[in-house]
């Protein structure tokens, strides 16, 4: 059935290691977003692409790394340069319909 | 800059009714949008409201939109325990010149039995 996966759902990162969401969506959405999401606080944007082959960051881009060489991938990488990077991370994709994104589940990650 | 208010934290008894309340800074926002969140789950989308509509109704869910005082609100009638959620609304951003959203803070509901 169509929607978005995230995967892992539990992410470890030990200290200077660069680690990768996967956000696969088969929903033939064109545009595709990261979050990120600490405790009591809303969702803020990483990074986000309106196209293959192209994304923009968005609010807290710094740390995190982004590709798009398909469709229906949009994989984000927390880099050694993120010191915080402990918080719940989600993906989303929208279409041209009402600009609605759709949500995958969500991967936790957390510091060794 | 472009941003969305919301209160913290609602707490409701079963089978009443809830009012979440939103501000947002756009008036040219075109869509706006409410999200529900479970705990350790990604965001679901409730409903949405054309910006050249007061009022929208969907099953339980009753969608107000004040667009002088940039006033979004989301009524729950009858709420169950299973609407124990964190609340989002969001805007569109950049004047909908983007796909980007702004979200609010987001609101917890707590539906007490």
């Known amino acids: 059935d169509g929607g978005i996966t995230q995967s892992p759902k539990y992410l470890f990162r030990k200290e200077g290691q660069n680690v990768t969401l996967s956000c696969e969506q088969n929903l033939n959405h064109d545009a595709m977003y990261w979050y990120r999401q600490d405790p009591g606080q809303g969702l803020r944007l990483i990074y986000y692409?309106?196209?293959?082959?192209?994304?923009q960051k968005g609010d807290i881009a710094e740390g995190y790394s982004v590709s798009r060489e398909k469709k229906e991938s949009f994989p984000l990488t927390v880099t050694s340069a993120q010191k915080n990077p402990t918080a719940f991370y989600l993906c989303a994709s929208s279409g041209r319909a009402k600009n609605i994104q759709y949500f995958g589940a969500g991967t936790r990650l957390s510091v060794l | 800059g472009e941003d969305v208010e919301q209160s913290l934290f609602l707490s409701v008894r079963e089978g009443d009714s809830s009012v979440i309340n939103c501000t947002y800074t756009?008036?040219?926002?075109?869509?706006l949008y409410w999200y529900k969140q479970e705990p350790g789950a990604g965001l679901q989308l409730l409903t949405y409201?054309?910006?050249?509509?007061d009022m929208k109704q969907d099953q339980r869910l009753t969608v107000l939109l004040n667009k002088k005082d940039k006033h979004l609100s989301l009524r729950i009638a009858d709420t169950q325990t299973g609407d124990s959620a964190i609340y989002f609304c969001?805007?569109?951003?950049?004047?909908?010149?983007?796909?980007?959203?702004?979200f609010g803070t987001g609101t917890l509901l707590a539906v007490q039995p």
């Open positions: 969001a805007e569109k951003a950049d004047g909908g010149a983007t796909n980007k959203l702004i």
């Open positions: 756009d008036s040219s926002s075109t869509y």
């Open positions: 409201i054309f910006s050249n509509m």
């Open positions: 692409s309106q196209i293959v082959n192209d994304f």
